[in-house]
């Protein structure tokens, strides 16, 4: 069982940063592959990045490509995403969530869930 606790979210203008923390649970956190997805008012809940358990390799949503940065720190059992030039349509909720093996940008793969944090972004 892992259990995710996301932070950092909030209010941003338009070409801030914000960095999204997300601290877990459990001595295994070195063997779970992790992703951040993120679901705006209306929409469905879409991928934003992962990051592979096994040497740290990443795949992000073209959308947030060059923009966003996710890492993680297995000493910490925490995964990071820095977001830098923000827009208005990054404003969501955004999760984290834990998988069992390889990285994927699909969320019905991910075994563990956050709650969410939401980020604003104003023009």
């Known amino acids: 069982q892992v259990q995710l606790v996301e932070s950092g979210g909030g209010l941003v203008q338009a070409g801030g940063s914000l960095r999204l923390s997300c601290a877990a649970s459990g001595r295994t956190f070195v063997t779970y592959s992790m992703g951040w997805f993120r679901q705006a008012p209306g929409k469905e809940r879409e991928f934003v990045a992962t990051i592979s358990w096994r040497v740290g390799s990443t795949f992000y949503a073209d959308s947030v490509k060059g923009r966003f940065t996710i890492s993680r720190d297995n000493a910490k059992n925490t995964v990071y995403l820095q977001m830098n030039s923000l827009k208005p349509e990054d404003t969501a909720v955004y999760y984290c969530?834990?998988?069992?093996?390889?990285?994927?940008?699909?969320?019905?793969?991910?075994?563990?869930w956050g709650q969410g944090t939401q980020v604003t972004v104003s023009s």
């Open positions: 969530a834990a998988k069992v093996g390889d990285y994927s940008p699909f969320a019905r793969e991910y075994d563990y």
